[in-house]
């Protein structure tokens, strides 16, 4: 059974950092990728990034880019979040799926989220 559990969400202010960690287990994930994505209240989940767990292709959603960055090591993968902005805020997730995409149907197993909140 793949279990994903993420952490490394808080409060910060805008301008900010934080790094969030998706620790995943139950399996061997060299030829998944894994993803993060964005809840916030009202809104559809959203793409924020991917990583190909072999080879470490990214892919980023055109609102991040050049502020996340994502990345692995062993079985954890991380967001590395700078520049933050208050829409930013949202319950972030990181998933596990066949291809480096940003289609969250593509994506098989989910962590419970974390949550992040950017003030202004």
């Known amino acids: 059974q793949v279990q994903l559990v993420e952490s490394g969400g808080g409060l910060v202010q805008a301008g900010g950092s934080l790094r969030l960690s998706c620790a995943a287990s139950?399996?061997?994930?060299?030829?998944?990728?894994m993803g993060w994505f964005r809840q916030a209240p009202g809104k559809e989940r959203e793409f924020v990034a991917a990583?190909?767990?072999?080879?470490?292709s990214t892919y980023y959603a055109d609102s991040v880019k050049g502020r996340f960055t994502i990345s692995r090591d062993k079985n954890t993968v991380y967001l590395q979040m700078n520049g933050l902005k208050p829409e930013d805020t949202a319950v972030y997730y990181c998933?596990?799926?066949?291809?480096?995409?940003?289609?969250?149907?593509?994506?098989?197993?989910w962590g419970q989220g974390t949550q992040v909140t950017v003030s202004s």
């Open positions: 990583i190909r767990w072999s080879g470490g």
């Open positions: 139950g399996r061997t994930f060299s030829s998944y990728a």
């Open positions: 998933a596990v799926g066949r291809v480096l995409t940003g289609n969250p149907r593509e994506y098989d197993y």
